[in-house]
């Protein structure tokens, strides 16, 4: 079981990027999915979340109105669209997967992708 994480890169400030997760088994179109991200000396944080069928959508106050997350059951995939990016968005991205529900806590989700890095020049 796998969740491959991709689309990271360097962006200048005010910038755009869209991060992907692709899941490796079907199963994981009726997850829950999360984004977080981890910058140096920082702990992971909650970036947003998407319940199994898209109909709910969570985000930290710190994206609300800039980031959009999406998914793609028929494609195992999840998506995070990142506006108005800000040098503070700059850290590790990783994606995850629970069963179960979306939740706000790293240690709550079962399965995690590797990570993509992003960083935002000022």
């Known amino acids: 079981v796998q969740l491959q994480a991709s689309g990271g890169g360097l962006v200048q400030a005010g910038g755009s990027l869209r991060l992907s997760c692709a899941a490796s088994e079907r199963t994981f179109s009726n997850y829950a999915k999360g984004w977080f991200r981890q910058a140096p000396g920082k702990e992971r944080e909650f970036v947003a979340g998407?319940?199994?069928?898209?109909?709910?959508?969570f985000y930290a106050d710190s994206v609300r109105g800039r980031f959009t997350i999406s998914r793609d059951n028929a494609k195992n995939t999840v998506y995070l669209q990142m506006n108005s990016l800000k040098p503070e968005d700059t850290a590790i991205y990783y994606c995850?997967?629970?069963?179960?529900?979306?939740?706000?806590?790293?240690?709550?989700?079962?399965?995690w992708g590797q990570g993509t890095l992003v960083t935002v020049s000022s």
């Open positions: 995850a997967a629970d069963s179960r529900r979306v939740a706000f806590t790293a240690e709550w989700y079962e399965y």
């Open positions: 998407i319940s199994y069928n898209g109909g709910r959508t």
